[in-house]
């Protein structure tokens, strides 16, 4: 059982690995251990009790996803520059298909690899990143970081390989099979999980370029990141067509 270290602030030591080439260094054994340690710690996050740390009041869970829906729905309309084929079906096959919330947990909200600290034995040190952190049904976690395993397929950065291309690395299948093992958790409606992932970083591109456009953002590589917007709608409609 995990507890504290999950929310206690303080200094810790490690590496946020985010291409492949980082983590193609470490050989194709230390790369496939760090991947399943960070599927484990998503699991072991999951599995703790949030009244026995302090976090029993630690967001509302009942309509999580429909109103994650309406969230990424009103984000989106703030920041229309342009058309963007499929992402408005997906927000409204979305809002029509959302199932009842599971059981909640401390859900993270931008679960991957790079928002977590790997030390010197491989081991995850700490866990980056809680501003979306709340409690929820926890397979939102687990549809996001599938999508964010699929961005490298989808395009993105350009020039750049995504970790999970690393030699080593595991497929997708496995890594949901030992969440699965971990949790014992049902996986066979996580399409609709995947799907909402795929809007909410669709939308979230979105608004990245759009201040990028109107000059609010500026730095290298932010004039690529609303290519991602549309292979994102298309990949989150997939997802829903294919739910079982």
């Not at 679960?111 to 709340?134: F, G, I, Q, S």
């Not at 497929?171 to 399409?191: A, C, K, P, T, V």
């Amino acid at each position: 059982m995990i507890g504290a270290p999950f929310y206690v602030m303080q200094r810790v030591d490690g590496t946020a690995y985010r291409r492949a080439e980082q983590l193609e260094s470490l050989g194709p054994e230390r790369t496939r251990t760090i991947a399943l340690r960070t599927v484990d710690t998503l699991a072991a996050l999951h599995e703790v009790d949030p009244d026995a740390v302090g976090l029993g009041d630690f967001g509302r869970p009942a309509g999580f996803l429909a109103r994650q829906v309406r969230r990424w729905q009103q984000q989106l309309d703030a920041s229309r520059s342009r058309p963007l084929a499929g992402i408005d079906e997906l927000g409204d096959r979305l809002a029509a298909a959302a199932p009842d919330d599971g059981a909640a947990a401390i859900v993270h909200g931008d679960y991957k690899l790079d928002n977590l600290l790997v030390d010197r034995d491989d081991r995850v040190a700490a866990v980056l990143d809680w501003e979306m952190a709340t409690l929820a049904d926890p397979l939102a976690d687990v549809g996001l970081f599938v999508v964010y395993q699929r961005l490298g397929d989808l395009g993105g950065e350009p020039g750049v390989a995504a970790a999970g291309a690393a030699p080593g690395y595991p497929g997708e299948e496995e890594l949901l099979g030992r969440y699965q093992q971990d949790s014992g958790r049902d996986l066979s409606d996580l399409g609709f999980y995947i799907a909402l992932a795929c809007f909410k970083l669709a939308v979230i591109l979105e608004g990245i370029h759009y201040r990028h456009i109107h000059g609010q953002t500026v730095g290298a590589g932010y004039e690529h990141v609303g290519a991602l917007a549309e292979p994102l709608a298309e990949a989150g409609l997939t997802a829903l067509k294919e739910r079982i």
